[in-house]
């Protein structure tokens, strides 16, 4: 599957749709409008310019979350301290119909 940030500085591609996605009601997920997809490291091949993402950290200091430096769109995430065997994508950064067919858990990180 290939992706990309609205205005296309970042590309995204992973070897398949995910077994489903997740949808996670925390400050950060709600305000972005993140849909997670997630694959190990090694799967993720992030299409971009040195200058074209910007990191993000949060308090709790777990991820890095990354968003295109021009539009703004949210691409990815990678751990800091989360299990290094995985990573996040947004789903959005793919066509609906790549992903909206897959089941969705519902992750409740208000509550972490």
Same mark, same amino acid.
């Given at each position: 599957m290939k992706g990309q940030c609205h205005c296309g500085a970042v590309g995204i591609t992973v070897p398949?749709?995910?077994d489903q996605v997740s949808q996670c009601n925390?400050?950060?997920c709600r305000? *972005? +409008?993140?849909? +997670?997809g997630y694959w190990h490291p090694d799967d993720v091949q992030i299409d971009a310019a040195p200058d074209a993402l910007t990191p993000y950290i949060q308090g709790d200091k777990m991820i890095t979350s990354w968003h295109c430096s021009t539009c703004g769109s949210h691409t990815h995430w *990678?751990?800091?301290? &989360? @299990? @290094?065997?995985?990573?996040g994508v947004n789903m959005r950064m793919?066509?609906?119909?790549?992903?909206?067919?897959?089941?969705?858990?519902?992750?409740? +990180? &208000?509550?972490?």
């Open positions: 398949s749709p995910p925390c400050s950060l305000k *972005t +409008g993140w849909i +997670g *990678t751990p800091i301290t &989360a @299990p @290094p065997e995985r990573m793919f066509v609906p119909e790549d992903w909206r067919h897959l089941p969705v858990l519902k992750v409740d +990180g &208000a509550s972490f």
